[in-house]
């Protein structure tokens, strides 16, 4: 059962992701996969909204916000439309899109941790499944690097000796979420080895205690944690690359970078 979630999670993200689609066929597409999600099981409906969000705010960075996308967020939000309405409409009014995206990658990311919840609740016993790595992620976003770093801190002694845990899959939608460096060694991957293109490549997912540690190192770096923190951190980085093979490239790209920024510090 566990393992069917996790291919509904990856079927999601990569339909929501390819299907870039005219606003009313988007509707339609959007409304029609939320009903049929929900009959299956309702949490894969709160995920389709979360990657969807996702996919409206990357497209309003590319082409600012139209008319078009308000109709597909009034299906997306539901009742919170009416509570966000007069924001949406100073946003349009002002054209102020940086703050918009911002918003819709807020409502997206407490889909993603409600989902993370109610999937974490039952699921428990077969696999490790943190609920605040996304919540963690938008943090580090927006600069609170305090509270990324007690999110991240957490998730990463709750994923260190984990056996089974949901790897995090990485789609254009997902990008705008995490930071330039990753960005970077996603697009490195791609060069070098035009394999990881594939959607089904290895090298298409992050390990989510990866970027958990990932988080927390940057953190402690930015707040300018002591030397000590940083060495019992390398620890940390260790176990995380012994846990991951080697076939996952951006995993152990992600750590060796993580890693070097690390002992820079400690040097100087």
């Avoid at 590319?62 to 539901?78: A, Q």
């Avoid at 609170?144 to 770093?149: A, M």
């Avoid at 089904?200 to 002591?226: E, R």
């Avoid at 980085?237 to 820079?264: C, F, G, N, S, W």
Wanted: glycine fraction near 2%; hydrophobic fraction near 45%.
């Amino acid at each position: 059962m566990w393992q069917a979630v996790s291919f509904a999670e990856y079927l999601i993200a990569v339909h929501v992701s390819k299907y870039s689609l005219t606003a009313r066929s988007y509707v339609s597409f959007t409304v029609r996969w939320m009903n049929e999600l929900a009959k299956i099981d309702h949490r894969f409906s709160i995920h389709f909204s979360a990657v969807a969000l996702l996919h409206v705010a990357r497209k309003v960075s590319k082409n600012s916000f139209s008319n078009d996308l308000l109709h597909i967020l009034t299906v997306l939000l539901g009742s919170n439309f009416n509570q966000c309405c007069s924001v949406l409409s100073l946003h349009i009014t002002e054209q102020k899109t940086s703050e918009l995206v911002e918003l819709l990658q807020k409502f997206a990311v407490e889909h993603l941790t409600t989902y993370r919840q109610l999937i974490a609740r039952d699921f428990d016993s077969v696999a490790t499944i943190v609920s605040t790595d996304f919540e963690a992620l938008y943090a580090y976003k927006c600069g609170d690097y305090q509270r990324c770093l007690q999110l991240s801190t957490q998730n990463v002694h709750m994923l260190l000796y984990a056996v089974d845990m949901p790897d995090v899959f990485i789609i254009p939608e997902s990008i705008q979420m995490l930071d330039d460096d990753i960005c970077s060694l996603t697009a490195m991957t791609l060069i070098i080895n035009p394999k990881c293109r594939d959607a089904g490549s290895n090298n298409t997912f992050i390990a989510p205690l990866t970027l958990s540690v990932y988080l927390m190192t940057q953190c402690q770096l930015k707040l300018h944690h002591s030397v000590t923190s940083l060495v019992y951190t390398l620890d940390y980085i260790e176990v995380a690359q012994r846990k991951r093979p080697r076939i996952h490239t951006l995993d152990h790209l992600t750590l060796k970078l993580i890693e070097r920024k690390v002992y820079m510090m400690i040097s100087h």
